[in-house]
């Protein structure tokens, strides 16, 4: 291809097959931390490993802004149409005394229902050079490769009834309802036991089944499905013992499945292992249609940190990271995201950390720094 560099061992996207992404920063860090990405995104593109259009959009907060919702048909109409999204992160204290359905996180809920992305793959991985930066003994967190895979569509957040009342005794009641059907179970538990097959078999199944009828269901789903699987190691532990043994001895996890609140809780505990929130990706995919095309949502699991927007001080690695993610799920560029996480490691052995990696003796770099440190050592790494 015409301007396409040659590089024999990189699989290379060509114009024929360009792809189209949408790019929502959102609100808070989140246009500091795009910012940062599309440095690491323009690098690939100039040096012709992807060939990819890149749109932006609003959403969360920022949308609300501007069009009064956190979302609106078109922007989710262009989500769907787009070969995968990239989101920054949503949400802040601006707009947190505004009614609940016009909330920048109903924008996001919104999204990730409307694409039908519902398993939400939320990988904690350890790279040795920050063993030392987790609030944890190296020992324990050394070599931790974990992946989560929570449930992102069902349960509790989506569950009728919903809502607050007021009883005739003027009494308020605030109601939510955890609910799952077998298929929702089947289906985030497959990628889970598909992860695990290429991964090291091994496979936690979490809920609570000793107090919720949902959990029971869950655990006797699981175990159906696990016959399906008989290379797989299947183990079940309730929810609040999975997140002491996160913190106890967490390499004994491989794979973790878990409902889209308990996925919620136990990722954000799984992301202090590596040492801030800041370091950790996410994919989110849906089926593949009869064409094979998936839909595929990528975020960091951090929000907006709305106590260091504007300051330029965020890190912005989560969302590099979940763009290699996007190379390597979408677009099955396995070699450049393993190129973007060498990269990463090898940036971060150096030495360049901000604020929240920083160790004691080691000054902080700001958001940018940390961006433009990534693409020179994919300059250095891959020509
Ligand atoms: P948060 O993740 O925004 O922040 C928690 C802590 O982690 C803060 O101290 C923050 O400074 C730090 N942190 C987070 N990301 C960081 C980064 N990239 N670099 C350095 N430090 C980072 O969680 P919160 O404070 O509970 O929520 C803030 C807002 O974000 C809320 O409105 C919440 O609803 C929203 N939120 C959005 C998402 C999302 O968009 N996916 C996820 C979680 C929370
Ligand atoms: C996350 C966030 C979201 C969630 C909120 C902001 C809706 O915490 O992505 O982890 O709870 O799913
Ligand atoms: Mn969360």
Partial sequence: MAGLKKNPETKHMTRSNKKNVLL????????????????????????????????????GGASYEKHGKPITDATLGRAKEADAVLLACVGGPKWDKIPF????????????????VF???????????LAGASPLKPEIVQGLDVMIVREL??????????????????????????????SEIHRVARVAFELARKRKKKLHSVEKANVMESGVLWREEVTKLGAEYPDVELHHMYADN?????????RQFDVIVADNLFGDILSDLAAMLPGSLGMLPSASLGAKDSMGRQ????????????????????????????????LRYSFDQADSADLIETAVQNVLKAGVRTADIAEKGQSAVSTEAMGAAVVKELSRLGG
Avoid at 119 to 129: G, I, S, T
Avoid at 156 to 177: A, D, K, Q
């Fill in 101 to 116: 359905e016009v909330r920048p996180e109903r924008g996001l809920l919104a999204i990730r229902k409307g694409m039908g």
């Fill in 242 to 250: 999975c997140a002491m043994q996160l913190v106890r001895y967490p």
């Fill in 24 to 59: 929502l920063p959102g609100d808070g860090i989140g246009p500091e931390i795009t910012h940062a990405s599309r440095m690491v995104m323009d690098w690939f593109e100039k040096s012709g490993r992807t060939a990819i259009d890149y749109a932006e959009d609003l959403l």
């Fill in 295 to 326: 839909a595929a949502f990528y975020e960091p699991i951090h929000g907006s940190a709305p106590d260091i927007a504007g300051k330029g001080i965020a890190n912005p690695l989560a969302m590099i990271l979940s763009y290699a993610m996007m």
């Fill in 119 to 129: 398993a939400n793959l939320r990988p904690a991985v350890v790279f040795d050079v």
């Fill in 153 to 182: 569509l069902g349960g509790v957040y989506f569950g009728e009834p919903r809502g607050i009342e007021t009883l005739p005794n003027g009494e308020r009641r605030g109601i939510n309802t955890q609910v799952y059907t077998t």
